[in-house]
């Protein structure tokens, strides 16, 4: 998802799932560990996490955006009978079954994502 996207998109008091929080730092993090270092691939990301550990300009990053704009990180929601049930239903991978079901838990009815499979979700509303 494109910074611009984002930076539309969020709204004072905005939230995110913890579990998309994880999902952020990794994703930036690898980024910074290709531009500055030129490691290509999870695997060579792993290897330098080995070594060098998780970059820490990528957590500095990540925490001041979602200060800036205010964004909460909410604890998952776990239940892991309506998870496969969500899987199930609504045909997702377990990591979209956990974002769903964490935004159904906190009422937060629209989501900003790509991700076309989320469309098929019929509580929440998908932007852009």
Known sequence: MS???IREAIVDGAAIPM???NE???IVGAKIARIKYGVKGKYSFRKH???HGF???AVEKVNGFLKDFKVTVLKNYQDPEELVKTIKL???VPNDAQIALTCKHYNIETIATFDEDFK???WLKVIP
């Open 49 to 51: 996490r080995a070594v």
């Open 55 to 57: 970059p820490e300009e």
């Open 3 to 5: 910074e611009r996207i």
């Open 19 to 21: 579990i998309e929080y």
């Open 90 to 92: 609504y045909r997702l």
């Open 120 to 122: 098929r979700i019929p």
């Open 24 to 26: 952020l730092l990794y």
